[in-house]
Each structure stands twice: as structure tokens, then as C-alpha cells.
């Protein structure tokens, strides 16, 4: 690669001094152009088709070479060919010149520009992502920054090369039509120059300029029309600069970023402050399935050179070391954290009154009003309730529930129904067996964890089974009922017509989570909802001052990305009218935390068979790898799909021991472009599980290794040895 930038550059050198040497800049001047004009008028008389083509190889030269003298040339095509022929030809050989300049300056430039000054790049980067088309336009319909700096400069950005061609070709067009027009008069001007008049220049600003108003214009009359129902009630000050519903994930960290800039944030919670992740979701249940881990590891002491012993243990203080866990969490999202770090908390219920205000029955029974001029939903998602005949009768627990329940009872129920295979529903089974209770685990389709390859499902399926749990995939719920004094769930399994009754003592359901979308006025005020909130990329909902976070705004249920959305809320709710943020999401990771876990950022196969992405894989066995052998964890694999003959990765998916914390340097990669040769050249801490990112980019190598070369090598090295 490094030798073809540099055969490129040289070819480039040698064309602008052959075009230096034989002075080709008083070639395209305009003196030279008018002497001339008779006789090429005259040679174009004669064979039409010839001169239209080597002017048109000539202009694409000059442009794709940045030699200067591009006015003149188009002047030129203008006072040879006429108005409508020199437009035509001048159009697609500007744009062809432009587009080959700048694919030349992003071939031999671009990347050494980028690892010296990426991290200053980032800003540029981002606005030309995110309006990148749109300075284009600007640029080549004022044609005051120099038409060869613009394609160099633009080749050093991230546009992509068929955008870049086809706004050239529409923005370079009134300007060209003017310079073409102006050549057709060419025995009436005096200077090159003369062509940009400041009115014309003004008035090509103003077409410039019209899409920008056209677009804030479109939008300030929708705004218009969305608030009309309310602009009585509209009140003409405002008490807060923001409030945020629900202290959850997402709540919290839109409130600490508000109160972090200074604005005045009011955080409403009717529950507990921590939301799901703190109270029922990811701290109990981790705190849950590590005391079940080291009991499994106590039942087979023998694979670590001790005895096999059965754990002995009060289920009672087992689940008193969780509430204990989530007490030692809560002071991170408490309401004296929040107040001393400048939130006004609110412990009550927060309902919308229209798009600026929020009543709130707090909980000791007053009734507040509060304006802003922004609000924040974060109010989350509630566990799905299964709607089974005898359900209600029977007695059931989600994760709302579950904790609670749990912590009564002086031990684990004997007999445990899961009801859901995805990832809430497979880490508690898992957990429930390791601690000795008989778990059936039941899912409708037929594998565990149905967004995960294949190949993870029957992982993770064989390693739930080897810890007892019985899993019953393809098979529907049907209903609960009573015989006698116990408590049956009914099922039957796709294509039988034999229905299987299984007796529990405790049934879980564990079948998905929903959005919180009644309940709290988004219905009384018009918010569109689907499964969630509906949102645009910044976040906001049909009211452009009220925005969705986490949860409830989906389509993510983690409390890492309703953290991540919050940063966008906060900053686009606070700041959004001078500028917004579109939500980044290009690179989001996942974890299950069964044993082994299953981690994965960015596409597995059957997305990518599923999006039509063309994909390579790659693969490294856990077997192989030192620390999974020291540490008796040598299962499961790294599977790294890439871009086909590049190492950009698309996404990688790990099942093992430690793969959510493995996954990591994934992520880093993935957000901001490193690929695996980027991973096979950094040191790995000897001897780690994350050595197998380095292992699996080995293997990418090995399998992408100039064979030619090698054998050139091997020629070479028998030659040595003499
Ligand atoms: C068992 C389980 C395990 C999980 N494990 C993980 C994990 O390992 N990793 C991970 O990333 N995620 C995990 N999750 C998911 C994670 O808990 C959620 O994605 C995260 O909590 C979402 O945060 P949130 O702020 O959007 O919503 P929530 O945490 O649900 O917070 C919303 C808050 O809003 C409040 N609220 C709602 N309406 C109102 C109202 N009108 N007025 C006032 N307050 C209101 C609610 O009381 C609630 O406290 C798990 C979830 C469960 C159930």
C-alpha cells in the first residue's frame, strides 16, 4: 500500500512538472485564449468530435492535476462549443477532474494526515458527517475558495466519493453555466475576472444560502403547527432550565450532565432513585450469579486440584449479600448525591401538562407545578407480564418482584420455572441451578438467545444444561393451573399435540421488557409512541423541546446506552438551539452474563447475512489460549467478522470466560476505526484473556499474507544460506 501512495505521488510530480516545464499555466491564460479563439474555432469546424475530445481529456487533466487556469479553460469551452455543448462537456469533465483530485489526495494523503492530527480531525470529521454535503454545496456554488483546494482538502475527510461527485456536479453548475456563457462572449471581455461582477457573486450566495433557509424554514413552521394547540398556555418564563423524568440510568446522568454545566435541573423519581439497573436489574442479578459461580466452582473443586464440595450455605444471607450489594451501589445514585451536586430531586409521580410543564404529586402528598424549557423522559421500561390463563391464580414473579420475594424466603424454592430464553431469563436459570434448585427454562423459539448466532445459542444451551437447568425451546406456555396443592405450568411443544405439565414452586417470568409509555400525560399531550417513545436522531420527540432517553426511547435495553443517549439529551435539550448532536451509535456492546459469558459489538452473521453486509470471519479457540488454560476456563471463541480483503471490523462476537470485559478493546476499535492489524501491533499484557484479541488478529494476518512475497522471501533466505 505504502509503495503504491508513493508511485502515485511520484506520477503526480512528474505530470505537474512536465505540465511546470513546458509552462502550460500560459497555455490557459486568458490573452492566450483569445488569440487562439479564431483558429480553434476554426479546427473545431472541421472535426467537431476530436476537439470535444481532447478538450474534454484536457480539462479532466488540468483539474484531476490542480493545474491552474480552470476559468479560462471553461472560458474556453464556452466560446468553442456554445452555451449548450460547453456546459455539458465543462460539467462532467469538472467533476470528473474534482472527483479525481480529490480521490488522489485521499489515496496519498489522507491517512498520514489522519494519524498525525485524527484527534484534531474529530470536529471536522463530525460536521462533515453530519452536514459535510451541504458545505460542499456551498463551497462550489460560491466559487470563492479555489475549486483544486477545495477537492484536496475534501479528500482528506470522510465523504464518501459518490456523494462528493454528485453535489459537485449539481453545485459547480450555475457557476459553470455563468463562466461558459461569458465565453460564448468572449470577444466582449476585457479580463477573466470580469466574469464575477459582485452582483453575480451575490446573487450565487443567495442560491448558496437558500437550501439552509429552506430547511430552517420548513422546520420553523412545523414547529409552529405542532405547538399551535398550546400557545395559549405557553408561559412566557420558565422556573427551570430542564426537568427530567425518571432516575434511572438515564434520568441521572441527563441530570448530573445539566447540573455540570451550570443549568437549573429538576430529577423527578416516584420509585427508588437507580431505577431497574440499581434495584431489580443489573446489580441484584450480578451480585446473584457471582455467589452462585463460586458455588459451582466449590461443587467442582476437583477441576482446580481441590475436592469436590457441595456448598454449604444460608440462602437467607446469601440474598441478605445482595440487598447488602445493591445498599453499597445506592449512595452512587442518591438523592444526596444528586442535591449536593446541584440537582433539585423530587421524590413523587411527574406528569406532563403540555410540552413545558410537569405536575408532580410528591410523595408526601403536595402537588407542584413546575415549568422548563426543556424536559427529559427517562421513565424506563417495566417487565412484560404474560397474559396466561391461570397466571394470576398460580402466582408469579418478574424482575420487579423477584428480589424482594427472594430475600423472605429461608431457601431457594426447589423447583424453579424460567419462562423466556433470552438474556435476563438464561442468567437467572443458570444462577437458580448452580445454587441446587431444578430449573426448567421454557422458550418459544426454537434456541436460547435468538439475536446471537447459532453457534452462541447452542453454547450457551449446552453450558445451562451442564449445569442442570432443562431447556425447552420450541415450546409454548399454554396455561397455569392447580392440581391439587401444586402449581403447574402447561406447555406443548411445536408440532406435538401431547401437552407437558411441569410443577413449580416458583415461576419466573422473564419473557422481554416494555417501554413505560401510560401512565405520566404522553398520551394527554400527543407524544407519538410505537414500543417506545418515538424520537428523531437527536433524541427529540414530535415536541423539539421534549426528548427521550434510555429505555422508554429505546430500541437499546442497557443501562450503558441509556447512559450514552443521556449525554445527547442533556446536551441537545440545553444547547440544541445554537447546535445538536446526533446520537452516535455505531458501535454498542452487549453482554450476557452467563458462564461463559457472551459479549458482542456491531454485526454477528446473521445480521450481516440479514443486512446484505459482505463479511469475512475470523476465528480464535479459547482452548488454545494460556490464562483460559491456567484458569480452567479454556471454552468458548473470538469470532471477528471484517470488511472482505480489509481488516475494518464489523463486529465481533465472544463467548467466554471474562468476553463482556475481552470485548472492550473491540469497541474502542470499532468507534473510532482501528482495525485488527491496529490490534496485532499493540502489546497484550502476558498472560491475559484479552491476548486473544491479539491472537485472532494473528489469525486474520496469517490468512490475508502476500504469498508472492513469501515465496520471493523464502528464494531469498536459501540464497543466503549459500
Ligand atoms: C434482571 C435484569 C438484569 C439486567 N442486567 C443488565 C446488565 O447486566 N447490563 C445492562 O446494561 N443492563 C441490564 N439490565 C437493563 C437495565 O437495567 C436497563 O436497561 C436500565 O435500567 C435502563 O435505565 P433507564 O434509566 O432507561 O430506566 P429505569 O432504570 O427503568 O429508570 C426509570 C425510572 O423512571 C421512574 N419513573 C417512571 N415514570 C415516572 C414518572 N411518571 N414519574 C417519576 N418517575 C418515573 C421509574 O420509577 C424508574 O425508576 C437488566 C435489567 C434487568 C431487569
Sequence with gaps: ????????????????????????????????????????????????????????????????????????????????????WGLLLVSFASTLGATLAFLASRFVLRDWVQSRFGHRLKAIHAGVDKEGAYYLLTLRLIPVVPFFLINLLMGLTRMKTRTYYAVSQLGMLPGTAVIVNAGTQLAQLDSAQGIFSPALLGSLLLLAVFPWFAKRGVAAIRQRQVYARWASVKPKKFDRNLIVIGAGAAGLVTAYIAAAVKAKVTLIEAHKMGGDCLNYGCVPSKALIKSAKLAHQMQHGARYGLIDTPPDFSFKALMQRVHAIIAAVAPHDSLERYTALGVEVLQGHGQLVNPWTVEVKLNNGEVQRLTARSIVIAAGARPVVPQLPGL??????????????????EELPRRIVVLGGGPIGCELSQSFAR????????????????????????????????????????????????????????????????????????????????????????????????????????????????????????????????????????????????????????????????????????????????????????????????????????????????????????????????????????????????????????????????????????????????????????????????
Design 392 to 409: 394470576q391464580d398460580v402466582g408469579y414473579v418478574t424482575s420487579d418482584t423477584l428480589w424482594d420475594t427472594l430475600a423472605q424466603l
Design 1 to 84: 500500500m505504502r509503495q503504491r501512495r508513493v508511485f502515485v505521488l511520484l506520477l503526480l510530480a512528474l505530470l505537474l512538472g512536465v505540465a511546470l516545464a513546458l509552462d502550460v499555466g500560459q497555455l490557459f491564460s486568458f490573452e492566450q485564449l483569445k488569440a487562439q479563439h479564431a483558429a480553434l474555432t476554426a479546427w473545431h469546424a472541421q472535426q467537431p468530435f476530436t476537439v470535444a475530445a481532447l478538450y474534454f481529456a484536457l480539462y479532466v487533466l488540468a483539474t484531476a492535476l490542480s493545474v491552474p487556469g480552470a476559468t479560462v479553460i471553461t472560458l474556453a469551452g464556452g466560446a468553442v462549443f456554445g452555451l449548450g
Design 435 to 722: 445454587l441446587g434448585a431444578q430449573v426448567t427454562q421454557i422458550e418459544m423459539a426454537d434456541r436460547l438467545l435468538l439475536r446471537e448466532d447459532a453457534e452462541v445459542s447452542q453454547h450457551v444451551r449446552e453450558a445451562l444444561q451442564a449445569d442442570g437447568v432443562r431447556v425447552l425451546t420450541s415450546h409454548q406456555a399454554l396455561r397455569c393451573e392447580r392440581q391439587g396443592a401444586e402449581k403447574m405450568l402447561v406447555t406443548v411443544a411445536q408440532g406435538k399435540a401431547q401437552e407437558l405439565a411441569i410443577a413449580f414452586d416458583l415461576l419466573v417470568c422473564a419473557v422481554g421488557r416494555e417501554a413505560r409509555l401510560q401512565g405520566y400525560g404522553l398520551e394527554d399531550i400527543g407524544v407519538p409512541t410505537h414500543r417506545t417513545v418515538e424520537t428523531n436522531a437527536y433524541l427529540q420527540t414530535l415536541y423539539p423541546n421534549i426528548f427521550a432517553a434510555g429505555d422508554v426511547a429505546g430500541p437499546y435495553q442497557f443501562t450503558h446506552t441509556a447512559a450514552h443517549q443521556a449525554w445527547f439529551a442533556a446536551v441537545n435539550a440545553l444547547f440544541g438551539d445554537f447546535k445538536s448532536f446526533k446520537v452516535d451509535d455505531r458501535a454498542i456492546p452487549s453482554a450476557t452474563f452467563v458462564d461463559p459469558e457472551v459479549a458482542r459489538v456491531g454485526l454477528n452473521e446473521q445480521e450481516a447475512a440479514a443486512q446484505g453486509v459482505a463479511y469475512e470471519v475470523t476465528r480464535y479457540g479459547l482452548d488454545e489460549l494460556d490464562r483460559a488454560l491456567a484458569d480452567s476456563e479454556a471454552h468458548g471463541f473470538v469470532k471477528v467478522l471484517t470488511v472482505p480483503g480489509k481488516d475494518q471490523i464489523l463486529g465481533v462476537t465472544i463467548v467466554g470466560a471474562h468476553a463482556a470485559d475481552v470485548l472492550a478493546e473491540y469497541v474502542l476499535a470499532m468507534k473510532h476505526g482501528l482495525g485488527l492489524n491496529k490490534i496485532l501491533g499493540t502489546v497484550h499484557t502476558y498472560p491475559t484473556m484479552a491476548e486473544a484479541n491479539k491472537y485472532v488478529a494473528g489469525e486474520w494476518k496469517r490468512a490475508h499474507a502476500p504469498q508472492k512475497l513469501l515465496m520471493w522471501l523464502e528464494k531469498f533466505h536459501h540464497w543466503r544460506r549459500g
